[in-house]
């Protein structure tokens, strides 16, 4: 298994561009989630997902957007990128969404928008 | 205001210290506490505790929760210098109108173990 897997590792954006961040399982899990990583602060949930067809809000969801198709994939979409957006990004999953489950993350996409 | 306060915020010690890393939380409806270690990309899964009083091991490390005082400890004893890491506490908390829980992290304590 490859696990979770994230693409591109790094990217850099200007001001209004929009870009997709694409994250990837192979181990069947039925829940995955976005994460933004900024300096000096924990993780903090953007989106998450229970399956296939169905997402939510997490704490930050402002400027950006969600959609699960299909089990393996969870893209994150920036439709117009701020500055305030530059963060290390982590996609994880779980193979439910409950206390006995761990969490497996992806490497992360450190994002830069200028 | 944050839910989840980890202390301190950065650590440095010498290899064969024991450190004990602070986490104190405020949150309705709690599920769990969960310890992540985090080198230099994604985090990797520790522990997850449930209940109070009852210690996890695992080599060196030990977690333990206090459910009434609201507080978790991770001890690192004999520490070496693959210890330096990041260390993130989370806790998991019932969403309102949700079957789901929702994850809160702190900010995170730097621990750096020089030889």
């Known amino acids: 298994n490859a696990g979770v897997t994230q693409t591109p590792k790094f990217q850099v954006l200007k001001t209004g561009q929009s870009m997709t961040l694409q994250c990837a399982q192979d181990?069947?899990?039925?829940?995955m989630s976005w994460y933004r990583q900024d300096p000096g602060m924990g993780l903090r949930l953007i989106h998450y997902s229970v399956g296939a067809g169905i997402t939510d809000q997490g704490e930050v969801p402002n400027g950006y957007n969600v959609s699960r198709s299909t089990t393996e994939d969870f893209p994150l979409r920036l439709l117009s990128a701020a500055p305030s957006q530059t963060s290390v990004y982590f996609c994880a999953s779980s193979l439910r969404r409950t206390t006995t489950d761990t969490q497996y993350f992806g490497p992360g996409t450190r994002l830069t928008v200028l | 205001e944050d839910k989840v306060v980890q202390s301190p915020l950065s650590l440095v010690v010498h290899e064969g210290d024991t450190v004990t890393l602070n986490c104190s939380y405020e949150v309705t409806n709690f599920r769990s506490l969960l310890w992540y270690k985090q080198e230099k990309k994604a985090p990797t899964f520790l522990f997850m505790l449930?209940?109070?009083?009852i210690e996890k091991k695992s080599g060196r490390l030990s977690s333990i929760l206090d459910k009434k005082e609201l507080f978790s400890i991770l001890n690192i004893t004999a520490t070496q210098t693959g210890d330096s890491a990041i260390y993130l506490c989370a806790v998991e908390a019932d969403e309102r109108g949700s079957t789901l829980g929702r994850l809160y992290f702190g900010r995170g304590t730097q621990l750096t173990v020089w030889p």
């Open positions: 181990m069947n899990h039925e829940y």
């Open positions: 449930t209940s109070s009083g």
